[in-house]
């Protein structure tokens, strides 16, 4: 199962709308892009999931191009409360197998 | 509805110690996974479960043992504690496919002296 891939780190300020993307260039055919949340000492949280085009939920929107092989997860309006480590994952529905990256770690500045 | 447990919460062991962690969880979920984290760095995938039964290898298995006897239970084991084992261990549990969200359990901190 590949890895995904994001950026170490972004800086944000609060009310921009920010856009994380993540590549998995080599996504097999049956797999789904996930997202998580999660802040210090608690476990991930669940953001959103999504196998193409856009699906958008009451906190963020995730977009995944036709090719696949990277997804762009967007937050809008990101408060401070929104700084947290965040993840892209994609899920193997051939083995159940879920694989964290790095992770992209969101700094909201006053 | 307690969603994801883990027991204990926090533990020191003395090197070449064993133990074993607990993480329940009462959702009826088929899939459940255990992690580890080290300070600073992301989620490691130690051993998973698809089903009552069954048991798979993840990243990073070495020095762990699972068993999954019962549905809503996933046991993770340290046969011989090292140093190198110290960290935070979070169980996780999902449906299945095609639904990837998965419960988090609030973590077991270890530390291994």
């Known amino acids: 199962l590949a890895k995904t891939t994001q950026p170490i780190s972004m800086d944000s300020y609060e009310g921009q709308e920010v856009n994380i993307t993540c590549s998995h260039n080599?996504?097999?055919?049956?797999?789904?892009i996930t997202w998580y949340q999660q802040f210090p000492s608690q476990g991930p949280r669940f953001i959103i999931q999504?196998?193409?085009t856009k699906v958008t939920n009451e906190v963020a929107s995730l977009f995944i191009p036709a090719d696949r092989k990277s997804s762009t997860l967007s937050l809008p309006r990101v408060s401070l409360s929104d700084t947290a480590v965040y993840y892209c994952?994609?899920?193997?529905?051939?083995?159940?197998?879920?694989?964290f990256g790095q992770g992209t770690t969101l700094q909201v500045k006053p | 509805n307690a969603g994801v447990t883990q027991t204990p919460k926090f533990r020191v062991l003395k090197t070449g110690q064993s133990m074993t962690l607990l993480c329940a969880q009462d959702?009826?979920?088929?899939?459940m996974y255990w992690y580890r984290q080290d300070p600073g760095m992301g989620l490691r995938l130690i051993h998973y479960?698809?089903?009552?039964?069954?048991?798979a290898k993840g990243e990073v298995p070495d020095g762990y043992n699972v068993s999954r006897l019962k549905k809503q239970n996933f046991l993770l084991g340290l046969e011989s504690a090292a140093p190198s084992q110290t960290s935070v261990y979070f169980c996780?549990?999902?449906?299945?496919?095609?639904?990837?969200?998965?419960?988090f359990g609030p973590g077991t901190r270890l530390t291994v002296t």
């Open positions: 479960s698809v089903g009552e039964g069954t048991t």
């Open positions: 959702m009826n979920h088929e899939y």
């Open positions: 994952l994609e899920g193997s529905s051939n083995t159940g197998k879920l694989i």
């Open positions: 080599n996504i097999a055919t049956n797999d789904y």
């Open positions: 996780a549990s999902r449906w299945g496919d095609p639904y990837y969200e998965q419960y």
């Open positions: 999504g196998y193409k």
